[in-house]
């Protein structure tokens, strides 16, 4: 049997530092079971059989919270052999308040007086001796960042484990408290002797889950309640009063302070930090670095480097040779451009060029027939015109004129490979290839292991760079103190729409992309408050969803200036309204969300702690996301890539004939009170699933037979013209900004709800949302601009109704936790 | 009754008692909000909430619908 050892300590204690000091790279993360709080495990350096559990960081033991309740229960239900306390010597009353509730549970515990450099420094003197005395267990100091004081805690609490002798509680509250305590221990039957002070206390104080983990609940009402009446406050309150009076007692004793309200360095960052005039601008640089490092520019370059990179065609090198082939490319789309011009030409001219114009296609120009074109084209005076397109507007932007010398020189330019320059790497998917083909693999499974699986794990790794350094910041934040911050400068915003202060680092990266933005509400450390955030994140359009904005604002509104922000608007206004209307709803009202909130000193991290909080998060992504995200990539590229073409099952080159455009054909209905019935328009939406830009792409293939489309699609502007109207084309816009987003996010929904059940409600809540909102844009607008009336249009006035009043019934936050813990 | 809702910004007050009832009630307390102990009201949000005091030698931030269930006197 190993030693167990709960770790536990408050929030900002340096407990982290002092489990990673302990246990080095030996952890395992997860999560506590069915709940959000993340639970980590480690064995002890060089004691194979010492398990260090770290608990969540706690203030208390009460009932209220779901890290109190995680802990608590686990203190009860897994008894470790051993606690290991520790507690920040720079603010010893209220970190001590824990610990005499720690000490009451009868476990060893082992009491760590962390920052006892900072201590020190400040001239202030603790006396350990006494300190244990008084709290009737051994006190150690530690300075954990610097790596003081370890070893002996470590070695203190094994022995204490080992020996494995039950303490019981030396500190006494008030005489007539003390006298219903002991008529309540008298009245506990089934528990250990070392609890029952432990669980007379909770009973006294009327804690509703501590009825759940004893047998027969002893009848004690009338006693707390003349107890009550005697000393005129609530049974809670008496006995955290208790404790506090009783830590002000020895702490007289124990902890000399010469430092008498003097500004710490602390003090003095906090009052330009939070200061009434520059809180916001220093918030907003702080943003903008954060956005501009780890979405525009750092962030974004590392992901295109392993998208079109590592998974793509190859790359360079460090870059060598990459100026140089791209100047060849350059010059290859210029020639090729005059060439096509000039074949154009010919062919108006009636010239037959085809089979030259094949060979030229296939970099096999045909020399003999180029020679004879060319005398025939000198005879006939041709000369073409290439008209260069402006990808931002769709239009010409210019004309160049192509004469016989400029077409010789034209089509004699070669297309160049960019192996030829540089140290060209080849990617991941190319050297498979090469290896399939080797071993002479058969057609559908090398399809299937290149565009399948290693694009699924192409789209997975893709994240990954640009999360790790969004990740190293977040990191930064929490550990120097400056994420408290900002949850204090934005509360006043985001409560009103059952947020958290700290959602606003979720929803700006989500304007990025909209997966780290939901990784990154880990931040968040209540409960409703992330699941809350986690659910409304990626309605902000992320950089995916822009070329969707692109399409549309191009094909039907003329490039008109403002349908781009009025997506953002949409996107804020989604949240703001499920904001307020999911608080309200069953799934959210059950939990109390006091916002009672240390602001931690402000300190430097170390540079260990970060990269391993950087790391951590970065591997739960790949494990937990990755999986789901692979194996969706996975079917959407057979439903896409498979089906019925001329008569026989396979793979089909023709995306009309999969059997994702057969579900399209089915589904299509459902969307028609929305404005776009058509099939097409459906699987655009499907497709969209992969990722938020595919629905372009896809548009492009359905409606213009085109491979490849510029970003905002404008080679197939005129034939989104014919079958969307500008109502229509705008609900499409939104049911998109809005409905589920890409498996990837998906994916890091998953990761962070860490429930099956919480993920599909989302994703549900998600969906039926942008319906809804299309619906009534659709048809409402309909209403308004052509007098269409129908039942469309009474059931969105219905939805309308449903959700003002979703708005604006009544909501009463509730006092009790209302979520099941299994610890 | 003046809560702590009212106290002036940089004064020190003194906590009578705690109104209100259950989860945010504990959570003041277990804070160190107790009866009797001296809080230093250090500043206000920049958008006007929520609060932050100095108890007990730290920094705490509540909002000011809280503060107001907490009855303190000069």
């Known amino acids: ?823 | 009754m003046k809560t702590l809702k009212d106290a002036k910004l940089g004064s020190t007050v003194t906590v009578v008692k705690l109104h209100g009832e259950g989860a945010v009630k504990r959570r003041i307390m277990d804070m160190g909000i107790t009866k009797g102990v001296q809080v230093f009201i250090r500043k206000v949000a920049p958008l006007g909430d929520p609060v932050e005091v100095n108890i007990r030698g730290y920094e705490l931030s509540l909002r000011k619908a809280d503060a107001q269930m907490i009855e303190v006197t000069d």
């Open chain 1, 1 to 823: 049997m190993p030693i167990k050892i709960a770790l536990a300590g408050n929030p900002n204690s340096g407990k982290t530092t002092l489990f990673n000091a302990l246990t080095g790279s030996n952890q395992f993360v997860g999560n506590w079971p069915g709940v959000t709080v993340e639970k980590k495990e480690g064995k002890l350096k060089g004691h194979k059989d010492v398990v260090i559990t770290d608990l969540p960081g706690i203030y208390s033991l009460s009932p209220y919270t779901l890290e109190e309740v995680v802990a608590r229960n686990y203190l009860i239900h897994e008894h470790p052999d051993a606690i290991l306390n520790i507690i920040d010597g720079t603010n010893l009353e209220r970190n001590l308040y824990l610990t005499t509730q720690l000490l009451e549970l009868g476990i060893p515990t082992v009491i760590a007086i962390n920052m006892m450099d900072v201590v020190k420094k400040n001239h202030d003197v603790i006396d350990v001796a006494r300190l244990g005395q008084e709290l009737g267990c051994p006190v150690v100091e530690i300075s954990a960042l610097k790596g003081i004081g370890i070893q002996e805690a470590a070695k203190k609490v094994v022995f204490l484990a080992q020996e494995g002798l039950p303490t019981a509680p030396v500190h006494k509250f008030a005489e007539e408290v003390e006298n219903v305590l002991t008529q309540i221990e008298e009245k506990i039957t089934g528990v250990k002797e070392e609890e029952k002070r432990f669980f007379a206390i909770k009973l006294f104080e009327r804690d509703e889950k501590i009825k759940e983990l004893l047998d027969c609940v002893p009848e004690v009402e009338d006693i707390v309640k003349e107890t009550e009446e005697k000393m005129d406050d609530d049974s809670e309150s008496i006995i955290t009063n208790e404790r506090y009076t009783y830590l002000s007692s020895i702490i007289e004793h124990c902890y000399v302070t010469k430092s008498k309200r003097k500004l710490t360095v602390s003090d003095k960052i906090d009052r330009i930090v939070t200061n009434r005039w520059l809180a916001l601008p220093i918030f907003a640089i702080v943003m903008v670095i954060v956005y501009y490092v780890s979405v525009t520019t750092v962030g974004t370059m590392a992901t295109d480097w392993v998208n079109d990179g590592v998974f793509g065609d190859g790359w360079h090198l460090f870059g060598i040779g990459s100026s140089e082939y791209t100047e060849k490319s350059d010059e290859f789309s210029d020639a090729s451009l005059k060439t096509e011009a000039y074949f154009d030409a010919a062919e108006a001219a009636g010239i037959d060029v085809e089979a030259l114009r094949a060979s030229w296609e296939d970099g096999e120009l045909d020399e003999t027939a180029l020679a004879a074109f060319e005398t025939e084209a000198q005879a006939a005076g041709l000369t073409g015109e290439a008209e260069v397109m402006d990808d931002e507007t769709g239009e010409v932007a210019e004309t160049i004129p192509v004469a016989l010398q400029d077409f010789e020189s034209a089509v004699a330019v070669r297309e160049p490979d960019p192996a030829d320059y540089g140290v060209w790497v080849p990617s991941i998917p190319v050297l498979i290839e090469d290896g399939l083909t080797a071993i002479n693999c058969v057609d559908w499974l090398q399809d299937l292991i290149l565009s399948g699986i290693v694009g699924g794990v192409g789209a997975v790794l893709g994240f990954v760079p640009q999360m790790l350094v969004l990740f190293l910041f977040l990191a930064f934040l929490e550990s120097c103190g400056y994420m408290a911050r900002i949850a204090f400068i934005m509360d006043r915003i985001f409560r009103k729409f059952g947020l958290s202060g700290k959602s606003f680092i979720p929803m700006l990266i989500g304007t990025g992309c909209g997966v780290p933005g939901v990784m990154a509400s880990r931040t968040i450390e209540n409960d409703r408050d992330r699941k809350m955030t986690i659910m409304t994140t990626t309605f902000i359009p992320c950089g995916a969803k822009l070329p969707i904005i692109a399409l549309i604002a191009g094909a039907l509104f003329q490039g008109a200036w403002w349908v781009a922000p009025s997506a953002y608007f949409v996107g804020v206004a989604a949240i703001v309204l499920s904001g307020i209307m999911l608080k309200k709803t069953k799934m959210f009202a059950g939990d109390p969300a006091p916002f009672v909130m240390e602001l931690p000193a402000y300190h430097l991290p170390t540079v260990g702690n970060v990269l391993r909080s950087m790391w951590e998060r970065g591997w739960s992504f790949i494990k937990k996301a990755g999986t789901i995200i692979l194996l969706s990539t996975i079917l959407l590229w057979f439903l896409q890539g498979y089906g019925v073409e001329n008569g026989s099952f396979g793979r089909v080159t023709d995306l009309n004939n999969s059997i994702l455009a057969a579900i399209g054909g089915v589904i299509a209905p459902l969307f028609a009170p929305l404005g776009w019935g058509d099939w097409k328009a459906a699987v655009a939406a499907v497709t969209g699933l992969i990722a938020k830009e595919n629905v372009v792409g896809t548009f492009g293939v359905l409606y213009g037979g085109l491979d490849e489309v510029a970003e905002n699609g404008w080679q197939i502007w005129d034939a989104m013209r014919m079958e969307f109207t500008m109502l229509s084309a705008y609900s499409f816009l939104v049911f998109n900004l809005l409905c589920a987003p890409c498996f990837a996010a998906i994916g890091a929904i998953r990761r962070e709800m860490n429930s099956a059940k919480w993920t599909w409600f989302a994703i549900g809540y998600q969906c039926i949302f942008a319906y809804a909102v299309s619906m009534c844009i659709y048809q409402l607008g309909m209403l308004f601009t052509t007098g269409a009336f129908g039942i469309g249009t009474v059931v969105a006035f219905l939805i309308v109704a449903l959700i003002l009043y979703l708005l604006f019934r009544p909501y009463h936050e509730k006092n009790k936790l209302t979520v099941k813990v299994r610890v």
